[in-house]
């Protein structure tokens, strides 16, 4: 037997995706919402809504994650060895100098979040700071994607410039993030290099 899920039931069900989606591939789900919602196939508020919230739910879990690491580590002599105590207050003080700056240009990079969110919850960035600076990233990223999606078909109704567009959002931030990779970087923070700086 069909069942034939009413208006109501689609959306819900195409939200829930989306949400669930974001702890997968974030990019990829957020260009999902952002398609089905110039399509008229999901109401935007929902679709961006649903995006953000997973992003930002996904970021602040990473660093969750992060904060049970030195306990974690604590009840292995190796790490322990490994992350002595001067080098992890070094990096503590430098990722407490540079977080908004870092976690900024993290979400221009692709594959960077995930340590860098579980460096900032082991070296006990505050949250308020994180979930502040990650949820205005998170905002203004998932709303550049549904705003392309919006208004770039009304431009030239028809043309793939709606991909074009995306492809510049996801791309050029990326060649951005290295250029300021390249003026950033430091010293290593132990001679044996053993733990660098939360590397962008």
């Not at 989606?21 to 679709?47: C, K, V």
């Not at 905002?139 to 999606?149: L, N």
């Not at 791309?171 to 300021?180: D, E, S, T, Y």
Request: charged share 10%; hydrophobic share 55%.
């Amino acid at each position: 037997m069909t069942v034939v899920l009413g208006a109501s039931e689609t959306q819900a069900a195409l939200v829930t995706t989306i949400l669930l989606g974001t702890f997968i591939y974030e990019d990829g789900a957020t260009l999902l919402a952002a398609t089905l919602s110039a399509t008229g196939r999901l109401h935007p508020a929902l679709g961006l809504m649903a995006a953000f919230l997973g992003v930002w739910i996904g970021d602040v879990g990473l660093y969750v994650l992060g904060s049970s690491f030195q306990q974690y580590a604590s009840r292995f002599t190796r790490l322990q060895a490994w992350l002595k105590p001067e080098v992890l207050t070094r990096a503590q003080v430098w990722f407490h100098q540079n977080a908004v700056r870092t976690l900024m240009i993290s979400r221009m990079i692709p594959g960077s979040r995930l340590p860098l969110y579980l460096a900032a919850g082991a070296l006990r960035v505050p949250f308020r700071l994180f979930a502040r600076v990650t949820g205005y990233c998170a905002a203004v990223w998932v709303s550049a994607i549904f705003a392309v999606w919006r208004f770039a078909p009304r431009v030239l109704p028809g043309s793939g410039l709606p991909w074009v567009l995306t492809a510049v959002l996801l791309f050029v931030p990326f060649l951005i993030g290295k250029r300021l990779n390249r003026t950033a970087r430091v010293e290593p923070l132990s001679d044996k290099g053993a733990l660098s700086t939360c590397a962008l």
